[in-house]
């Protein structure tokens, strides 16, 4: 869809990101009214599409959701808010069995479904599709489903440049192009009943990420921008096991590959789980993470190798052919010459996924009239501290629809969007340059300073490093410049800026959170969720 032909000025339902929390929304809108799908690249890139592990669900009722609840609390460390985890699991059920309605492919063994399991779940509950590629199957069946559908239209290689408002709520969104075929598209201001944030995450804040290029936070940080409150910022979680070799992509080594066997070894062939949880390589995902964060730290401060092995895995009794269970993540170290059935791998942790985000209620309503979030770029508190392994496509079916069943249920009128805004000019060449550096020493600092391992003077260097980088940021829009990578790098600042300070008020350690200087749970202070107010100080609530 091109911007200033197709688009009109109103659409009734208006949705940022086409991952599995924005399509589920657009499919249930759609049959009250027009639904525009913004999303900054193709339909499909997304976090959604890398999803490799699977899709946690307790299909069998009764007694097996129970048991999703609990592991859901537990793994969340005293934070979950438990209403929503609750909504979580029995609504999820029903929300496979319609996404399987509409063709989505589940692996499945003589008709039966197969199951894995990840860390902190008490049985194998995690669904899989062509072993390690969930993301893209729930994906490729959401994007047919909506495609199928006359009332939903999508704005590809297009971003929201900025939501707004009419008096105190959110009534439409300026668009402008992202580059890719849409490039040269003027902006346009589009007015809308309600605005949806389904951005996912923003795993680019950290200088090493399992996330895509595209996950930099945009509509978390549009929504804070325009006033609303932000939660649970402080807790990012870092996915034990990205492949670690020199100059390559932190390419994700799915937890299911412990599901199925694989330990973790230290650069001495030690197993050295057995020194940090009973449940050894699948103990919750925070606790691993510092596991293999220490484990792979000299005393001097340099780096040594940690593995993950699977080479007892085959051959022992076990029937498992590794390739055929997980052919892309086979495919991906092929090219480095790395074999899951031969060759210890070399992993260590990396951002993967933001529990924080846009403060909402069960049912999708933030603390702004008109819009809405639902999925990673939200915060229902469904994750707590820590969320469970393979929860977050489960989130996005339950809170997409949930969030559209109350956009709906509002029924609030269009109301007039104004003029849209003008052009800004391009960076130039070496604008971009200075861009670029800037958003590398963000990204370097926040993994520095507000990683893993974290404490009070760390996080004062993060905030000195972050406030120089966003003052160039901030100069080149001052001077009017624009376009997707100054946007990007702006919502960068100020995701970067919310976990920062957020990490520095909740003075305890906490799931992913954890701080060196106060190294315990404190729960008679801080068994509470951050919120980020508008007024930009940070409240600890009780939900
Ligand atoms: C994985 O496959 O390990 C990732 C799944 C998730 O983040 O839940």
Redesign the pocket.
Known sequence: MKLGSEVDSFVDFLIMGAGVAGLRAAVELAAHGDVLVVTKESLGESNTHY???GIAVAMEGGEDVALHLEDTVNAGDGLVYRPAAELLVTEGPARVAELIEWGANFDREAGRLLKTR?GAHSLARILHASGDATGAEISRSLVACARSHPRIHFAEWTMVTGLVKAGNRVAGADLASAGGPANGNSPQRVGTRAVLIASGGAGQVYSDTTNPAVATGDGIALAARAGAELADMEFYQF?PTALSIPGTPRF?L???LRGEGAYLRNDCGERFMERYHALLELAPRDVVARAIAREGMDENGGVRPVYLDMRHVTGQGKDIDLHKRFPGISAFLAQYGLDLARDPIPVRPAA??LMGGVRTDLAGRTSLGGLYAAGEAACTGVHGANRL????LLEGLVFGARAAQSMLADGLPLAAAGAPLAACTPLSGSESELLDVCVAKLQKSMWTCAGLLRDAATLREGLRAHAECDAGIEHLVQEGRGGRRLAEAQALSRVAHAILRSAMARAESRGAHFRNDYPQRNDADFQKHSVLRRDGRVVFEEW
């Open positions: 999803a490799q592990g990840e996915h994700l799915s937890e299911a993967h996924y392994a393979s929860n977050s």
